[in-house]
């Protein structure tokens, strides 16, 4: 395996653990999933494996920022200056604006804006 090939294998690796992390809603918030909105950098797209998952990284502070590993469905709207394009399409650095929503068995991306 190429160097390349480890390093998206660790962010992946690591962007599952903060899923896993973040995802355990309290209660009645568990039940309907909560919505949230970020602007950032994607890390990482996986198209290889089932469910296809986008990680964006956005900053919180000067000094601090957040990753998000969303699902991404059948239902997620992948959209770019008003049409819809396909996950592919998105690039590893490209700033988009992610919605996604909190649930108790995942993180789901509901709509990508690339910039």
Known sequence: ???MGRTNGALFTIAALMVLLLCVPSGSA??????????GQVIAVNITQTPHMIVVKTPLT???DMTVG??????????????????????????????????????????????
């Open 70 to 115: 969303a699902k991404v469905t059948s239902q997620t709207r992948i959209v770019r200056k008003g049409k819809r394009i396909a996950l592919q399409a998105i690039k590893v650095g490209e700033k988009v604006w992610l919605t996604y929503i909190k649930q108790r068995d995942g993180v789901f991306a509901q709509i990508i804006q690339p910039q």
């Open 30 to 39: 568990a039940a309907s999933g909560r919505t949230y909105r970020v602007h």
């Open 62 to 64: 000067t000094h601090d």
């Open 1 to 3: 395996m190429n160097t």
